[in-house]
């Protein structure tokens, strides 16, 4: 089997270190040709270049862009957030393969960065989003009935939301069942990751609103499944892990061996699935709003989000506040008028990028009224 030839951008956070480690187990599978981050990790940064030699290095939003856009067969996008977004359409300008864990790219985006991918040419790294393509191998496109998003319910489930009032910085970042960077953690504690994974559902494809459905399963083994018009559901299972989502993004369409552990059939175990209680946790119901509305509104849930982030893990708001925040900033936006600026048929880059920096000056702003 060929080797690849793989560009890893945010080489220091979670997916990253995690592709780095797939990349050494499987060094006939894959080398590095590119590598960058953010710099905020410069010693580990530094013993990556040291160890892996690529011919493209650097830190920073512009050293990703142009690594992006050298010619490689695959390009793993692991940046956290909107920062993502030129990368991601300089990867796909090259004509790469676009390993996408920065889901904020897309959903901003929309169709500026779908216009711009020839068939196939994304490939989701997200473990759900992952499973849901493998599950989608088992059958046409017109026999989908609906995507189901699993989601663990973070750390918070069952609670209400007045028990949710005083949780601090360290409660939500608990996670039971993984191992992830503070932002993405902190988003899937408020739900706000699932919404943004609903729009991603959306937008990678192609499928309904209303037939792409959210359920809660704890212990994150089944990762999505697919359910087909003769009444089959397709499930994806592995324990807890993103070695898989991500050595299949950087192998695709093929499969890395023993990439990481599979279910032990033969212990006793029991998978649970609940509804998800979109009073206590309304940020699926918001984002399904911003993603039928389209235009600019993605944008502005996902920049009102990042705004609000960090400004919960740095003590000047609460948690509940920000899904609030979300929503005011969404509400101005004009999203309940349906006023939503460019429509998804003319969207361009520059409206996106208007839209993510009014989002977070809008948000800085109804942020004081919270504190």
Known sequence: MTRRDVVILGSTGSIGTQALDVVRANPDRFRVVGLTAGGSQRDLYDAQVAEFAPLVHGLGENASIDAAAMSADVVLNGITGAVGLRPTLAALDAGNTLALANKESLIMGGTVVTSRAKPGQIVPVDSEHSALAQCLRSGRATEVRKLVLTASGGPFRGRTRAELADVSVADALAHPTWDMGPVVTINSATLVNKGLEVIEAHLLFGIPFDAIEVVVHPTSVVHS??????????????????????????????????????????????????????????????????????GTAPAVYNAANETCVEAFRTGRLAFVGIVDVIAAVLNEHGLRRHDVGSTATDLTLDDVLAADGWARDEAARVLETHR
């Open 225 to 294: 499944m697919v359910e087909f018009t003769d009444g089959s559901t397709i499930a994806q299972a592995s324990p807890p892990t993103m070695l898989i989502p991500i050595a299949l993004g950087m192998a695709w369409p093929d499969r890395v061996a023993d990439v990481a552990p599979a279910v032990d059939w033969t212990r006793a175990q029991s998978w649970e699935f609940f509804p998800l209680d979109n009073e206590a946790f309304p940020a699926v119901r918001l984002a399904r709003e911003a993603g039928a509305a389209g």
